[in-house]
């Protein structure tokens, strides 16, 4: 694993050792073969900004604490502070990591290299208590203000039976009351100048337009919206703490959760991460079936999208229509798996089940009638000069400021950067795939919503190609760790039948490493770093979620404009609260 | 039939009035104004000019005072502003406009004495005022007309000035 | 009509439109539903009708509540408001040739007078709120209704002159011959556009725009206040299609049928347009609702003042 020695793979990683010197950096080997290179936190910065050129995007940041880990790396100490970086232009990872102490838990924030670094370094802050140095604003982010200890600690609970029963008693209650009380000045806002006083508008947690719990509290000079500074965390349900504690197989329920819109794309990320790590190869029919469910889910949530986007303008019809659309899928979806919105449908290794009899007349059906009924929508809702004047031009940044606040997917190509994983880095059989990536070029809310319409037409393309295209064979791979094998054969060999018992019992057992595999899910990339230290549950599991960059970025696209921009700018940039919050 | 109406309404402006300068809620004052306003407009009715009263509630109630309603929303007055209110509403304060209006009252009492009846008993039909205003009043119209384009353009230079500082600071 | 004629008269046509209104809340969803690709309320009785009894039980059987932090006095007295303004106009509806309250000199103007005091119950129930969504719906209100009110106002204007009166039976006596509708096709369009602003419905509801100020100036009420604003706000509906029929679409005239059939007709199927025209079109921002006001229809109602009365002058020679 410490291996400075070792040439390189990587021309960056040569660059940054003829920079540095290789002994500055020790690198560690993981199961997605991108490089990871751990460095001393007083050199961090430094490393990080040489990589700021090449890497534009600040793809994720996050902890893990190392304390209980058995298979440790020989450069980590109790926590680990991770830096993955991105290069769009040329697919380009990288992995910076940092280890700290338990009693010195102090690193240079990242705040002044890429400006999305504030709320992920908030958060690792408030899951492991890490400390960053410099950050203008270390405050809680996902638990309320009064929580106690750090929750994505070992030493912290997971299940309620862990802890004492909850009571909350008067003197709590106040508590609680008093830092609910909203004071400006904590969260950065003037109450008035010298001819103006601010009026302050709390948007939400409950709000009919904000998709979920989401507060925003908005700093007003009549309508005009002064600044808009966004609360995230009531949506908070310690999902990747769960992972920690489900086996490898059982925590696919709870991804079909995170961004509940997509369904099984959820899933695919987290396989696809999985199946890397234990070296898993998935059969053709899998494939596709998983591309084809993908794609169809990305339909659905783009509908949403559609319907919600025109509804928040205050079109009150097209989201009938829609949802009505939707629903027919939900139909085609309930068939192939038994569920609707969380089927829970990939496994590790393949899929749950094959397909039923008849799928393809239903899907069949489901393609052709679209794109006569998306015409309609287009002259319904994308067409209307109201529509339009609503969203033309309102919330727009450029491609630099997307790179910069980490934003991805459709709301990044509304911008004109022609990015698409699916394309760029084919992964999951995409490459057989024949479709084109829509783009924008204004970056602003009626482009961010033209790109996803028109993605839905090149799913609808995708789910064609796999329809006529399904290869025969099995819906999963043989491999030991994904199914149990045949009761057959365990009566033949006692190697299989150990490979039954241990696969029932416990579930399977990832080999020790570590690795992700980020995917275009429906919002942007999803990626699930997953740490195995060999046992039946994942170590750490860390979700990138599209969504929690997006929000970050709310109020640097809505100064200036108004409250009904404000909405039409949250109904454009497509996010999931519990995307968000995990 | 047609008196006991007028006294009625009369009796309302009256009472409404008075509320509305001895409220200490704004909002409440305005309430009575406006009523005190409505009252007056169904004297006008009653004393033969349906026009005059059409005008006194689409104009003064219906618009004006909309307005005033409109700015005691924006200075969002509150607690604060009940107090100060009561504080200039003391009886001492009251003593030399009291007298004043009282004096004034009493000369249009005495001018009044003389005031031959209630009302003309002719309705006057809104192509008579149309008449009366484009014919021997014209001179008056179109200076009310001068004087309102003045305030208008004194408006959007006092207002245009607060927005030129206002650009400018953000800039 | 004699003067208990008069009476009994005016209190069935109080009845009837609130009945009217009443059943315009389940007709409207059905409509809307029809169009959406949906049912709309359909368990209750025949075709659901008897949706509107439920929820009228449920709101009348719902707390009476104030909010503590309200002004009492203000928050009750503004519901009121509306429904008493928006009944009163209909005082100077003509339904048929003897089917009136008040034919009045000053018919026209005593409607858009009425019309200009219903914007106090929105303003006041916005203040008295004593909550900034309810505070912001309310300003938006004062000054759309403000900038709205005065070209619904000249709007109508063109067809006064070309009747020579303020009187609706005159009005409606005058369009014998051909209905303002064709002369007047301007007013019609900017009193259409003027009366939906008034009535704040979808397009122009930015007083209680949901999706942006959550139920704006109404944010605060339930139970039977509430059904106040609804019935008034489908009592505004119901007048501002009665007003269109008397004013352009020749009232009550008409061939075969008897004229209160024609009358109501015609309000039916105006009521019909306006509920499409709800589940049509998006809302405008506020500012650009304001533009609009004056940058565009003011100038319009403007210029159809203009062409009428030379036109008017011309031929009377």
């Known amino acids: 694993m410490l291996c400075a020695q070792v040439t390189s793979v990587n021309g960056t990683v040569d660059d940054l050792f003829v920079r540095f010197g290789a002994d500055l950096f020790d690198l560690q080997s993981t199961a997605d073969h991108t490089p990871t290179l751990w460095v001393d936190r007083g050199n961090l910065l430094e490393v990080l900004t040489h990589l700021k050129p090449r890497f534009p995007m600040l793809l994720d940041l996050f902890g893990i604490d190392e304390r209980l880990r058995q298979h440790k790396p020989a450069a980590a100490a109790d926590f680990t502070v991770v830096y993955h970086l991105f290069n769009l232009a040329d697919r380009e990872e990288i992995r910076i990591k940092v280890a700290v102490s338990d009693a010195d838990s102090n690193v240079p924030t990242a705040v002044g290299v890429w400006a999305n670094a504030n709320w992920y370094e908030r958060e690792t802050w408030d899951m492991f208590g890490v400390q960053f140095s410099g950050h203008p604003n270390l405050r809680r982010i996902l638990l309320p203000p009064t929580w106690e200890g750090h929750a994505l600690r070992k030493e912290h609970p997971a299940r309620a039976t862990e802890m004492e029963p909850f009571s909350l008693s008067e003197e709590q209650q106040e508590q609680e009351q008093e830092a609910l009380l909203f004071k400006p000045e904590e969260w950065g806002m003037a109450r008035a100048t010298e001819d103006t006083e601010f009026m302050f508008l709390n948007l939400g947690p409950n709000h009919p337009s904000v998709h979920g719990v989401f507060r925003i509290v908005l700093q007003l000079d009549g309508e005009v919206v002064v600044d808009a500074v966004p609360d995230i965390g009531y949506h908070h349900r310690g999902a990747e703490k769960m992972g920690e504690r489900q086996t490898w197989h059982s925590y696919i329920p709870y991804t079909d959760r995170i961004d509940y819109l997509g369904g099984v794309m959820n899933n695919l990320a987290y396989v696809m991460t999985v199946e890397q790590m234990a070296g898993i190869v998935v059969p053709d029919r899998a494939k596709v079936i998983r591309i084809m469910l993908a794609e169809l889910f990305r339909i659905s949530s783009h509908l949403v999208f559609y319907g919600t986007f025109a509804q928040d303008v205050g079109q009150m019809s097209p989201v009938f229509y829609m949802f009505a659309d939707r629903e027919r899928l939900f139909g085609i979806i309930e068939a192939i798996t038994g569920g609707r919105m969380h089927p829970a449908w990939f496994r590790i290794g393949g899929v749950a089940q094959d397909l039923p009899r008849g799928w393809e007349r239903m899907v069949r059906e489901f393609i052709d009638a679209m794109p006569a009924r998306l015409d309609h929508y287009q002259i319904m809702a994308m067409d209307n000069s109201i529509l339009k004047r609503r969203t033309v031009d309102i919330g727009s940044y450029t491609t630099a400021e997307a790179l910069e606040w980490g934003i991805t997917g459709a709301s990044l190509r509304a911008t004109g950067m022609d990015f698409d994983l699916r394309r760029d880095r084919p992964y999951g059989g995409y490459d057989q795939f024949e479709f084109e990536v829509p783009l924008g070029h204004k970056g602003d809310s009626y482009d961010r919503a033209v790109v996803r319409v028109e993605e839905i037409r090149q799913s609808l393309r995708i789910v064609r190609q796999c329809l006529d295209n399904m290869p025969e064979g099995a819906y999963k791979s043989d491999h030991h760790l994904t199914t149990p094998p045949p009761k057959e054969r365990t009566l033949q060999d006692i190697e299989t039948l150990i490979h039954h018992f241990l696969n029932v019992s416990w579930g399977p057992v990832i080999p020790p490493g570590e690795g992700s595999f980020p995917i275009e899910a429906t919002k942007g990339i999803n990626n699930y770093h997953l740490v195995s230290d060999g046992g039946t549950t994942s170590y750490r599991t860390r979700i990138r979620t599209p969504s929690f960059p997006a929000l970050q970025q709310l109020p640097l696209i809505s100064r200036g404009f108004m409250i009904p921009d404000l909405i039409a700018i949250i109904a454009s940039i497509d996010f999931v609260m519990a995307d968000v919050d995990r | ?171 | 009509m004699s003067e208990l004629g008069t009476i009994s008269f005016g209190l069935f046509i109080i009845l009837a439109a609130v009945g009217g209104a009443a059943v315009l809340t389940w007709f409207e969803r059905r409509l809307l539903g029809i169009w959406q690709d949906r049912y709309g309320p359909n368990r209750l009785g025949p075709f659901g009708i008897l949706q509107v009894a439920a929820d009228m039980l449920k709101l009348l059987t719902k707390d009476d509540w104030v909010p503590p932090f309200a002004d009492r006095m203000v928050f009750i007295f503004a519901p009121t408001a509306i429904v008493v303004a928006m009944l009163l106009g209909f005082a100077v509806v003509p339904f048929g040739p003897d089917l009136y309250v008040l034919d009045i000199n000053i018919g026209l103007l005593f409607f858009l007078g009425m019309t200009s005091l219903a914007v106090y119950s929105v303003l006041l129930a916005g203040l008295a709120s004593n909550n900034k969504y309810a505070l912001l719906g309310g300003l938006r209100s004062a000054a759309q209704m403000v900038s709205y009110e005065v070209f619904m106002g000249l709007s109508l204007m063109g067809v006064v002159m070309l009747t020579g009166s303020f009187s609706m039976r005159a009005i409606v006596e005058a369009q014998r011959d051909m209905w303002y509708c064709i002369p007047q096709i301007l007013g019609l369009f900017t009193f259409m556009i003027a009366g939906i602003a008034e009535s704040h419905r979808l397009p122009f509801d930015l007083p209680e725009a949901e999706h942006e100020l959550t139920a704006g100036f109404h944010t605060e009420y339930s139970g039977m206040k509430f059904a106040m604003f609804m019935l008034g706000e489908y009592l505004g509906l119901i007048l501002i299609c009665c007003m269109i029929t008397t004013l352009f679409f020749g009232g009550w005239l008409g061939p075969w049928l008897p004229p209160v059939v024609w009358f109501c007709l015609k309000v039916f199927a105006l009521i019909c347009f306006f509920v499409l025209l709800r589940a049509a079109i998006p809302r405008p921002r506020y500012d650009q609702l304001m533009s609009l006001g004056w940058k565009f229809m003011l100038p319009l109602t403007l210029l159809n003042l203009l062409l009428t009365g030379a036109i008017a002058l011309a031929l009377r020679g």
């Open chain 2, 1 to 171: 039939m047609m008196e006991s109406l007028f006294y009625i309404a009369a009796l309302v402006a009256l009472v409404a009035t008075v509320a509305a300068l001895t409220r200490s809620n704004a909002a409440h004052a305005l309430i009575y104004l406006i009523v005190s306003l409505l009252a007056v407009a169904v004297l006008f009715f009653l004393m033969g000019a349906p026009f005059a009263a059409a005008l006194e509630i689409l104009i003064y109630a219906g618009a004006i005072m909309v307005l005033f309603v409109f700015v005691i929303m924006m200075l969002n007055l509150g607690e604060t502003g009940d107090i100060r209110e009561r504080q200039w509403l003391r009886p001492r304060n009251w003593i030399v406009p009291g007298v004043m209006a009282a004096l004034l009252l009493l000369e249009l009492l005495l001018a009044l004495r003389h005031a031959p009846t209630l009302t003309s008993g002719v309705a006057v039909a809104p192509k008579d005022v149309g008449l009366a205003l484009f014919g021997p009043y014209v001179l008056a119209v179109e200076i009310a007309s001068m004087l309102l384009l003045a305030g208008l353009v004194g408006a959007y230079h006092l207002g245009r000035r607060f927005i030129v500082r206002r650009e400018g600071r953000s800039n």
